[in-house]
């Protein structure tokens, strides 16, 4: 804030108080003797330490001040302070024609003598142009820093006293302390982390940097010590952006003692981030105690090992038959259970696939068209790298306009028709591998999607009118295989098709175990 130390004899303290009123009005401090002294302040110490904390001193120029011993003393500290290269400046203010003492008069003096008004615009213009220098703006952050970070603990630290992020901006652009206090840190940090929680790539990053220094990981602790989770997320985010590799030790503590799902989640995307791997042990315990889909897709990447399914399922009968076959040939698996367009597809996290062998993908209960994008991208690459992708019934109809994952299936709409609670005559096709899954053919009630066969594509068990039913397509280094089969009746109650029919069960299973012999294969020759 900008303040000004008004210099004066007492004899023209009534000028001195009408050009205070003004200032005041125009949103200057003023710092004047008689409202700032009180009983019991040593004159001198007071009026020395005034005189270093203004931004300025103004010296009110009259024959009276000029030969004023105080006045000469009060310029004294002042010029000391400005040749010493501080932040005082020294400002002449002319009430009256006079002798300018020698050691202002280099300097533009704002002139009183023929109009009150006309000498306060001068100085106001003098002051407001102070305010566009970088050197103004610089303390100016540093006492918000400062205040704020005051009020912060004086109010128990509550979070509606951190920095909003206006404040934050001005902040991180024009404070170029070389050294905050850990106390200032903390406060700095915790008020980045609340409000770019979700938003740090939009941080200027390299003027964080030379703040944070070899004392990174006790920043780091305070900072996940907070009791808001958002803070906590927002500070693990903000040290992988900045991509520090010395809080490696607390990340891996964090992600061993953290309860909360979503600052686990964060921690383990720095540590993936910063390239910290997660001890063979440390993988295994998740693995066995943290139910998350994340969490265990984190560990999952440290285990090469493991062959592993990340299933998603709509929560049906049948999705928890498919699951059970799959334990069954030999898949750890991972289960999702969710319905299109929540969260956790639309914040699908890069690179979490590439812990798995096979990804199942169960609807008929739930699907929709819209809000799940970025987690059929990334299905894409997946397959696009050599994994196998598992997909039932409207599979294909919910993503008819992803064009490029539709690249993947083996089969397509037929003018988007479907036979809904139906009973379907299915029949192994002339394939070597279909006489494996069914000897003859078989019938069950079912949901289905009115196919056709894409080039390419093989199918092994079809219906009336060659109506796909199951089948795959090799795409890049991956392979699809698409069951055009569901558990769904907007009419009535419909059986698991898999618990009616047990030939189609175990047509099921057998394939299951084909896809994890060949994940085997693929994982040996890897």
Not at 210 to 228: C, K
Request: hydrophobic share 40%; charged share 25%.
């Amino acid at each position: 804030m900008l303040t000004i130390f008004l210099s004066h004899n007492h004899i023209d303290k009534p000028f001195a108080r009408r050009l205070a009123e003004c200032l005041k009005a125009h949103g200057v401090k003023v710092w004047l003797d008689e409202a700032e002294m009180q009983v019991g302040d040593s004159l001198l110490l007071k009026i020395e330490s005034a005189i270093r904390e203004c931004t300025y001193l103004g010296v009110i120029l009259s024959p009276r001040s000029v030969s004023s011993p105080w006045v000469q003393r009060e310029v004294n500290m002042a010029l000391t302070e400005e040749i010493h290269g501080r932040r005082v400046k020294v400002l002449p203010l002319l009430q009256e024609k006079c002798n300018i003492p020698g050691f202002l008069v280099d300097k533009v003096y704002a002139d009183f003598t023929v109009e009150f008004n006309s000498g306060l615009s001068v100085l106001l213009q003098r002051l407001e142009s102070d305010l566009h220098e970088e050197s103004y703006k610089q303390k100016r952050g540093y006492e918000i820093l400062q205040s704020s970070y005051q009020d912060w603990v004086a109010f128990s630290k509550q979070d509606h006293h951190l920095l909003d992020r206006a404040t934050l901006d001005l902040i991180v652009q024009h404070v170029s302390e070389p050294s905050l206090s850990m106390n200032l840190l903390e406060f700095l940090f915790a008020s980045i982390s609340f409000d770019y929680a979700a938003d740090a790539n939009s941080l200027s990053l390299e003027r964080l940097r030379p703040w944070i220094g070899p004392g990174s990981s006790m920043l780091l602790d305070r900072l996940l010590e907070h009791p808001n989770p958002k803070v906590r997320i927002g500070s693990l985010t903000l040290f992988g952006l900045l991509g520090d590799h010395t809080v490696s030790d607390r990340l891996l503590r964090l992600v061993h003692e953290e309860n909360n799902r979503d600052v686990k989640r964060t921690a383990l995307r720095t540590a993936s981030r910063l390239g910290i791997p997660l001890p063979d042990s440390l993988a295994r315990e998740l693995l066995g105690s943290d139910s998350d889909w994340v969490v265990q897709s984190y560990a999952l990447r440290e285990l090469s090992d493991m062959v592993a399914c990340f299933f998603v399922s709509d929560g049906t009968e049948f999705a928890t038959d498919i699951e059970s076959m799959a334990r069954e040939a030999g898949f750890h698996v991972v289960t999702l259970t969710t319905s299109p367009g929540s969260p956790e597809f639309s914040d699908f996290q890069e690179g979490l696939l590439s812990a798995y062998s096979m990804v199942a993908v169960i609807r008929g209960e739930h699907f929709a068209q819209y809000g799940n994008e970025e987690f059929y991208k990334q299905i894409r690459r997946f397959v696009i790298g050599g994994g196998t992708l598992f997909a039932t019934s409207w599979v294909s109809w919910e993503t008819k306009y992803h064009y490029e994952f539709a690249e993947v299936l083996p089969f397509q709409h037929i003018r988007d028709t479907y036979d809904e609670d139906v009973r379907v005559i299915c029949n192994p096709t002339d394939e070597s591998f279909s006489r494996h899954l069914l000897a003859e053919s078989i019938s069950y009630r079912t949901s289905m999607e009115l196919l056709e066969r894409k080039e390419g594509s093989t199918v092994l068990l079809e219906g009336r009118n060659s109506v796909p039913i199951l089948g795959y397509r090799a795409f890049a280094s991956g392979v699809c295989y698409y069951f055009n089969t569901c558990q769904h009746s907007c009419f009535s109650s419909m059986e698991s098709p898999l618990r009616t029919n047990s030939e189609l069960a175990t047509a099921v299973g057998k394939l299951l175990t084909r896809i994890r012999v060949q994940a085997l294969e693929h994982w040996k020759k890897g």
